[in-house]
């Protein structure tokens, strides 16, 4: 799924269910954009059962985890990543996710979309 061009500079939400992988990754920055990656949610839909769950900002060299196997109990939501430290998607960089049970966990971030000048 290819970012879309936000021209108001107004933030974007993307959410996503988490099978077992996940990677969002800018479409070869084909619109001279970059990502800043505001917030990342984790939240468990399952109202029984705890999940694992890893996030990983992958620079196409190496991958660099924000998360790594945090149980996400019950019917809660987990911050990986705030407002307060934000981090930059740049052309080959990604974000990855996993879970420990699948169809449990769901993700969702918010970014804003910069020009690359």
């Known amino acids: 799924m290819s ?12 959410f996503f269910s988490i099978i077992l992988f996940f990677e969002k990754k800018i479409d070869e920055n084909k619109w001279n954009k970059v990502l800043k990656i505001n917030s990342i949610y984790v939240t ?6 705890s999940a694992d769950t890893t996030v990983q900002f992958y620079t196409g060299s190496g991958a660099y985890e924000l998360a790594h196997t945090v149980p996400v109990p019950a019917d809660s ?41």
Do not use: C, M, W
């Not at 970012?3 to 993307?14: A, C, E, R, T, V």
């Not at 468990?44 to 059962?49: A, E, S, V």
């Open 77 to 117: 939501t987990l911050i990986v990543l705030g407002k307060d430290a934000p981090i930059y998607l740049e052309e080959g960089h990604s974000i990855r996710a996993s879970a420990s049970a699948a169809g449990d966990l769901q993700i969702l971030i918010s970014y804003e979309e910069l020009d690359d000048a």
């Open 44 to 49: 468990n839909i399952d109202g029984t059962n």
């Open 3 to 14: 970012p879309k061009i936000n021209k108001s500079g107004f933030k974007s939400l993307k």
